[in-house]
């Protein structure tokens, strides 16, 4: 039998001390590699690179769908013509392609690293895609509801403008989250080019209520409205 002080005894308390001083200088370690100004500034400009060349072919699949062709279809709602659910099924079936590609594209940057002082800014970036989705999807149901019933107020009228509202939404919080990130990573000399909108597109941020209090001075004519997308 080994005595108390033996060997074994003494191996014992040398790993009891070594795992205490361990747990006590682990914070220190991880402490002690601060990122230098240049590594910030690299780790922005890839941040910067991934939201001009994923988020924001992400956003652009909302720019079928401006704001001159939701005047046109609001139009519609106020001189319904059979010939009409021919522009719903085009706007029904854009809808579901560009909800599936800003689902996998939003997924991607949704996984991207941001510096952590960007972090909050990433999650509203990423918030603002998921709402492009959903507004996508609405519009999509909305346009099928309105293939059969466009004079509905509550199938068809109401849910299209609601989701046609929502899809303008989602894109200005992104274009002002995008903003945001611009000017913060200004410090580290990091450049976020400009966003490409375009011109149409402009006007996809108007309020619907806006569009409402719009003029109509003629008719649309449904296939120059359905070659406009």
């Known amino acids: 039998m080994s005595p108390v002080g033996g060997p074994l005894a003494r191996y014992a308390v040398w790993l009891v001390v070594a795992v205490a001083i361990g747990g006590a200088f682990a914070p220190i370690y991880a402490q002690a590699s601060p990122t230098t100004p240049v590594d910030a500034a690299r780790e922005e400009a890839a941040y910067a690179s991934s939201i001009t060349h994923v988020a924001d072919s992400a956003i652009h699949r909302l720019d079928f769908f401006p704001a001159r062709s939701q005047l046109r279809v609001q139009m519609l709602f106020m001189t319904p013509r059979d010939s009409a659910s021919v522009l719903f099924v085009e706007i029904g079936r854009r809808s579901l392609g560009a909800a599936m590609v800003v689902d996998e ?54 849910p299209f403008t609601s989701a046609s509202s929502a ?39 108007q309020s619907v209520h806006t569009l409402h209090a719009a003029p109509v001075t003629k008719t649309l004519n449904v296939n120059r409205a359905s070659r406009g997308f």
């Open 105 to 158: 594209i939003g997924s991607r940057f949704e996984g991207v690293h941001a510096p952590d002082d960007l972090r909050q800014l990433h999650a509203e970036m990423v918030s603002s895609l998921h709402a492009a989705r959903a507004a996508l999807d609405r519009l999509a149901a909305s346009a099928n509801a309105c293939q059969f019933d466009l004079s509905s107020v509550q199938r068809c009228q109401a």
């Open 167 to 205: 899809l303008g939404q989602a894109y200005k919080r992104y274009l002002d989250t995008r903003v945001k990130i611009r000017d913060q990573i200004v410090d580290t000399q990091t450049i976020l080019p400009e966003f490409k909108m375009p011109g149409n597109a402009k006007r996809t941020m």
